[in-house]
């Protein structure tokens, strides 16, 4: 637990004593706002057109649900946005190791292979929160002009978050594979935006075969999330994704020994 | 305190290290010397456990570095060639890392950060972050990584790499007074150094050790010659049949010099320069010079290192 913390330790205090936590935090707060002010003022003139409507045919105004209409678009807006931004959080952590020659303290010390990798995981994880955090500011401001429903905002953030642990998961194994950060970073990418997009040729080919593909979209699990349902089966899912990221990651570090390189 | 029992290591078909073994007592300094790609590096990274050997068994402080790496690595101070420095940290907050990670604990810490900074004599900049140090602090701050949880083997990768004459002095003597606490390692390619520095070289080339012994016995028994250099005036060629007459002589050849001068090897046991006299005397040369030659460490290091080329040629 103590090596735990340390490595933990050093890699959050890393990350906030390089520009890099403000550059990515920051961004991605700014991204987040731009899309909710661009999503929320769509949202406004749809009630307008609404009202005046029901005023022209004298009939009630349609209630318009902001949980459905705002929050559910921001939160997968939000979703893609950590695509873009956690692969370039995660690259470095073990690139830079094996770069630098840091390694060679870190497998020399006694500490073991999954308290090194916990740590790490859990700084960008860290990081990741914060980066969340900024953007529920924006949900508060929901809360002062209209009145969503706080359990779907809650599954959505918790979706948010356990989707993001996937990227961070396999965003540590990519590190691990090389010392080069952009490949890392890019392995990332394309490893996560297949797992993303597999979902989408589900309507394409025959429906045994969608549901399957569909079952092993990442972006797919995040649908109810989002929604507001809490199901088991996709926790399940992204566990084990999150399991499985590590898991390889801890294989391949194990495995660097062997190799030596 | 060391043991390494027949370690080999291969990358896939290429052994880095072949089969070696040796042992280090406690408190003792032992140089790695060796050529570069000797295997240096690799026979060092199996014993901190950085590397698993393919073969072969080694133990530090009794433990073995494979099946009780834990225990090993409490143990060890590693300098990697490259000191292992987080650029961004500041020197102390790197150190008290390094610190906590080698398991000291949390009241002993500072005192330990603080006693391994003074020992390499980096206190004064403590607070400064580590990518802004020259060469030669970086090193130093990896010699205080090495040191910080006083631990009781030391292994050192060249440790006076990138350092300046005065700053490898320094580190030279701080290795020495570090010795009897701890026993040390150190890998080099720099001869004076083990000279200077250590009690016992491993001499290792081509990952096969070619020969362990004391500085001053490796350069006595590897010595095999005996070299004069004999300076008179005298026709060459006379010089060289009546001096080859003697008994014991194997080899005469002529090098520059003002005068007929000759390099005179002879067999280590035989003592020549009696006889060398009195054939010039015989003879009635005019004589300048006689003078016996020590074989330094570097000629016995030339001598291990090239010799399998030698007899490939």
Partial sequence: MRNFLAIYQREVKSYFSSPIAYVVIGLFILLAGIFFYLIVSNF?????????????????????????MAIRPIMHNLSLFALFFLPLVTMRLYSDEKRTGTIELLMTSPVTNLQAILGKFSAAGTLFLVMLGGTFLYIIFL???????????????????????????????FSTLTDNQIIAAVST???????????????????GLGETLSSFSLIDHFDDFAKGVLDTKHI??????????????????????WRGR | MIDVQQVSRYFGDVAAVNDISFKVEKGEIVGFLGPNAAGKTTAMRILTTYLPATSGTATVAGYDVHEQSMQVRKRIGYLPENPPLYQDMRVRDYLEFVAKIKGVAPADRKKAVDEAMDKVAISNVSDRVIKYLSKGYKQRVGLAQALVHNPEVLILDEPTVGL?????????????SLAGNHTIILSTHILPEVSMTCERVVIINKGVIVATDTTEGLTKKHAGATRLTVSVEAPLQAVVDKISAIRGVNKVEKTSGNHTTVFVESDKE?????????????????LYEIKAEDVSLEDVFLHLT???EGQAV
């Fill in chain 1, 44 to 68: 406004v003139q749809m009630c307008l057109r609404v009202d005046m409507m029901a005023q022209q045919y004298r009939m009630a105004p349609q209630k318009m649900n902001v949980n459905l």
């Fill in chain 1, 143 to 173: 809360f002062l002009y209209g009145n969503p429903e706080v359990g779907p905002i809650f599954t959505g953030y918790l979706g948010l978050f356990l989707l993001g642990l996937c990227y961070i998961a396999f965003g540590v194994f």
């Fill in chain 1, 189 to 207: 990418f394309v490893f996560i935006l297949f797992f993303w997009a597999i979902g989408w040729v589900s309507g394409f080919v025959s429906p």
């Fill in chain 1, 236 to 257: 399940v899912y992204y566990i084990s994704f999150i399991f499985m990221g590590l898991f390889l990651s801890f294989v391949s570090i194990e495995s660097t020994r």
């Fill in chain 2, 164 to 176: 300046d004459p005065n700053q490898i002095i320094e580190v030279r003597q701080l290795i020495k």
């Fill in chain 2, 270 to 286: 035989v003592e020549i320069r009696p006889e060398v006299a009195r054939v010039v005397i015989a003879n009635d040369w005019p």
């Fill in chain 2, 306 to 308: 090239t010799q399998e």
